[in-house]
């Protein structure tokens, strides 16, 4: 069974970075055609996406709203997918949560989800 524990959340003041993790036990990110994506949720608002990595290709995607200050990589060694988030705003906060499915897949129904860590952003 796919388990996804997420951790690194935290309080930050604006301009600062925070890397978040998403650790996975049942699966392996060494494994083909696997896709590990973070959405996050702010309070009264959509879950909305963030960035994806297609690990095996080596594929990234990002959110118009983070690229540029929001990196995602893959440990195979771990077993782990970080969020590196630099130059953090107020309006990163949210609840941020990584996915993971079998197949290239960038924002779509991702069925493995973690329970999810919060970031919070002061000004």
């Known amino acids: 069974q796919v388990q996804l524990v997420e951790s690194g959340g935290g309080s930050v003041q604006a301009g600062g970075s925070l890397r978040l993790s998403c650790a996975a036990s049942g699966v392996t990110f060494d494994y083909s055609y696997i896709s590990v994506a973070w959405f996050r949720q702010a309070p009264g608002k959509e879950r909305e996406w963030v960035a994806t990595i297609y690990i095996s290709g080596g594929i990234e995607y990002y959110a118009d709203s983070v690229k540029g200050r929001f990196i995602i990589s893959p440990s195979s060694a771990e077993n782990t997918v970080y969020l590196q988030m630099n130059g953090l705003k107020p309006e990163d906060t949210a609840m941020y949560y990584c996915?993971?499915?079998?197949?290239?897949?960038?924002?779509?129904?991702?069925?493995?989800w973690g329970q999810g860590t919060l970031v919070t952003v002061s000004s």
């Open positions: 996915a993971a499915d079998f197949r290239h897949s960038i924002k779509g129904d991702f069925p493995y």
